[in-house]
């Protein structure tokens, strides 16, 4: 089973949509998680943190179910703006620098 | 201001040159990341400083050495290497320990050797 994997795309969604991205991570000692985005190429730009409470900011909200180790990201109201490639991130064990990034999920939102 | 700068922005290299890529950041984060990225793929981590310290190589091949000269900058410097070495490299910086807030990457180093 890989580290982090993630849904493998890509989404083609209208302005407006909401899209849902899927990732689960294997390690059960890992403690920190995260969304990030990464334009073409360009570096990754980190989106959110993700908290065992879930956390939300402005049209983006993440959730993090710790038993089922899943994390995941929820768009709402699609822009144009939103196309990249989504790359969930956790830390391989708690505390540890070593962040091990999924695959990416492409998006891309069409007018 | 969480930025990250890296020089230079591009580089062509043989593979009997040495060069060096720069990477500065001035948040006060101790801990300072060398990753490596190939087109279509996420990044892949090589080498973790902390507290101005070597704490992680992932089994980097030698043509490859990093250095810490202080706590804002990391240099990577590079010898003798492989075609395949070409990539985009990039230099992240974290508070330590690295959870909570995540780590912020530079613009990166897009590397070609020919």
């Known amino acids: 089973r890989k580290e982090v994997e993630q849904d493998p795309g890509p989404f083609n969604v209208p302005e407006g949509a909401t899209v849902a991205f899927n990732c689960t991570y294997s390690?059960?000692?890992?403690?920190?998680f995260f969304w990030y985005r990464q334009d073409c190429r360009k570096e990754p730009k980190l989106l959110m943190s993700?908290?065992?409470s879930g956390n939300e900011d402005g049209r983006f909200t993440a959730q993090l179910n710790r038993a089922s180790q899943y994390i995941s990201l929820l768009i709402r109201d699609s822009k144009l703006s939103d196309s990249a490639t989504y790359l969930c991130?956790?830390?391989?064990?708690?505390?540890?620098?070593?962040?091990?990034f999924g695959k990416g999920t492409k998006l891309t939102v069409n007018p | 201001d969480t930025e990250v700068t890296q020089t230079p922005k591009h580089l062509v290299m043989g593979m009997t040159n040495k060069k060096s890529l720069k990477c500065e950041q001035h948040?006060?984060?101790?801990?300072m990341y060398w990753y490596k990225q190939k087109a279509k793929k996420p990044p892949e981590l090589m080498f973790v400083?902390?507290?101005?310290?070597?704490?992680i190589n992932e089994s980097v091949p030698s043509r490859f050495s990093p250095e810490c000269p202080n706590s804002s900058l990391l240099n990577l410097h590079l010898h003798a290497l492989q075609p395949e070495d070409s990539a985009l490299y990039l230099c992240?910086?974290?508070?330590?320990?690295?959870?909570?807030?995540?780590?912020?990457f530079g613009p990166g180093t897009r590397l070609t050797v020919t």
């Open positions: 991130v956790v830390n391989r064990q708690g505390g540890s620098e070593k962040l091990v």
């Open positions: 400083y902390s507290y101005e310290k070597l704490s």
């Open positions: 992240a910086s974290s508070q330590v320990p690295a959870g909570g807030p995540g780590q912020y």
């Open positions: 993700v908290y065992s």
């Open positions: 948040m006060g984060h101790r801990a």
């Open positions: 390690n059960s000692a890992s403690q920190s």
